[in-house]
């Protein structure tokens, strides 16, 4: 049983969506020079540095953004925390430069292996404790937490079109693909996907009881600020 002080409500993670944060609908051509799919309309910013092609959400002030969707995600707020291996809460940077990131995964598999890959970036230690209080899919136990020395990009989850209709493979949702691979060009990516490796497991309890219950109230209270005064 975990020992964590009660978690401040109201918290909404960074990497959460909220209703009024849509994706924008760009039209969809073949890409002019190889085959695969562009924006009719598209910019340099539409791409990420493997020339993944990456959907348009709306980028909106806080005060606008409506209500939170706290089991959908953004997908630039999600890439962001990926590339720079921010808390997806509260987006904190790794506090040791040399301590690898923590994942907390949903337990699927019992462990986290070697070259597992996860579209879910890093927490810092006390909002794993937030995570684990909130988040649905990890109450009852049912997730895992390891640490990962190396992270390299793996490819994305995105919606693969067809090449003859271009329109996306029907019934399907979010697929990963891997970057580098012929699939890759005929994709909208949605989310960054990364690669495990260097993997400890972590005891959360011990990390909790390492912090203690003091400093994990304090942070606790600290990420409730930070959410307050809108990420
Ligand atoms: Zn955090």
């Not at 990009?153 to 019934?171: F, M, N, R």
Request: proline residues 11%.
């Amino acid at each position: 049983m975990l020992a964590l002080p009660p978690a401040p409500p109201g918290v909404v993670p960074y990497i959460a969506r909220y209703s009024e944060e849509k994706l924008l609908k760009p039209r969809i051509v073949q890409h002019p020079l190889f085959p695969g799919v562009a924006y009719a309309d598209e910019t340099p910013y539409d791409r990420d540095s493997f020339g993944m092609l990456w959907v348009r959400p709306v980028l909106l002030p806080k005060r606008r953004r409506g209500e939170p969707r706290l089991r959908e995600i953004h997908a630039y707020r999600q890439r962001r925390a990926m590339a720079n291996m921010l808390c997806q809460v509260c987006t904190r940077p790794p506090e040791d430069p040399d301590e690898p990131p923590l994942f907390l995964l949903k337990d699927t598999s019992g462990l986290v292996v070697e070259g597992e890959r996860t579209a879910s970036p890093p927490v810092c230690v006390p909002c794993a404790g937030i995570s684990i209080h909130l988040c649905h899919g990890l109450r009852g136990g049912h997730y895992v937490a390891a640490r990962a020395m190396y992270t390299p990009a793996w490819g994305v989850a995105g919606l693969v079109y067809d090449p003859d209709t271009l329109t996306p493979h029907p019934g399907k949702d979010l697929e990963r693909v891997e970057y580098g691979t012929p699939r890759a060009a005929w994709t909208v990516a949605a989310r960054s996907v990364v690669a495990l490796y260097g993997v400890t497991p972590v005891d959360l309890d011990e990390e909790f009881a390492r912090f203690g219950m003091a400093r994990l109230e304090d942070e606790f209270a600290r990420v409730a600020g930070l959410v307050g005064a809108g990420l």
